[in-house]
């Protein structure tokens, strides 16, 4: 079943611009992960953030998590063309060890 | 040292043909995934095994099986292959998020399947 969806679908930005994306869910979460999938590639894990965070930082990343709005935002600053890929958001829920639900994913062009 | 690795990486036949794909993780964790991705970039869980015992199975048809010899493989063998079984499998693992593990799961490369 799917309970993320992210916006926007497509989002075309000039490298050096900040790209943000967003995820939102439905159901209460333990923590929700961002992945990035270069074309032809697998999914690469990014970030997680636990549910009573708010924000996480990894380098050029930074996600908040508002679990009053069942949202999420990933921004990556001073991006690079090498960013460009598709980004996915997925959820743990509470009492689920084993699985996780997906987003649709924001494909991502920086343009050089 | 690939830690998640599938073969074949490209996979085309014809319909109604029988194929399998193969997955090994080298990472020790405990679960293993197969999912379907379509064309529009939708992940779709399938299958997952947990100490080769089959935890979640999603709705898929049953030409779709699964086979765990043991915690570090899972295979994925397909019967009477459709025009629409056309998509990208991936594989993955992940440790069981307790203690200081948090789940997050690791991918293989995919197997790109094209039915004919």
């Known amino acids: 079943s799917q309970q993320g969806e992210e916006d926007p679908q497509a989002l075309s930005i000039q490298e050096g611009e900040n790209a943000t994306m967003n995820c939102s869910y439905k159901?209460?979460?333990?923590?929700l992960q961002w992945y990035r999938q270069n074309s032809g590639r697998g999914l690469v894990h990014l970030i997680l953030i636990r549910s009573n965070e708010r924000e996480k930082h990894s380098g050029r990343l930074r996600v908040t998590l508002d679990t009053s709005k069942k949202s999420s935002s990933l921004l990556i600053t001073a991006s690079r063309a090498a960013d460009t890929a598709s980004y996915f958001c997925?959820?743990?829920?509470?009492?689920?060890?084993?699985?996780?639900?997906w987003g649709a994913g924001t494909k991502l062009i920086i343009k050089p | 040292d690939t830690a998640v690795s599938q073969t074949p990486k490209y996979l085309v036949t014809q319909m109604g043909n029988d194929k399998s794909i193969k997955c090994e993780q080298n990472?020790?964790?405990?679960?293993m995934y197969w999912y379907k991705q379509d064309s529009k970039k939708f992940l779709k869980i399938m299958f997952s095994y947990n100490n080769k015992e089959l935890i979640i199975n999603e709705t898929v048809p049953n030409r779709f099986s699964p086979k765990s010899p043991d915690k570090a493989h899972l295979n994925l063998h397909i019967n009477s292959l459709e025009l629409g079984d056309s998509a990208v499998y991936f594989c993955?693992?992940?440790?069981?998020?307790?203690?200081?593990?948090?789940?997050?799961?690791?991918f293989g490369p995919g197997t790109r399947l094209t039915v004919t």
């Open positions: 159901t209460s979460i333990n923590n």
């Open positions: 993955a693992s992940s440790q069981i998020p307790v203690g200081r593990a948090r789940g997050e799961q690791y």
């Open positions: 997925a959820t743990r829920l509470r009492d689920s060890n084993y699985q996780l639900i």
């Open positions: 990472l020790g964790h405990d679960t």
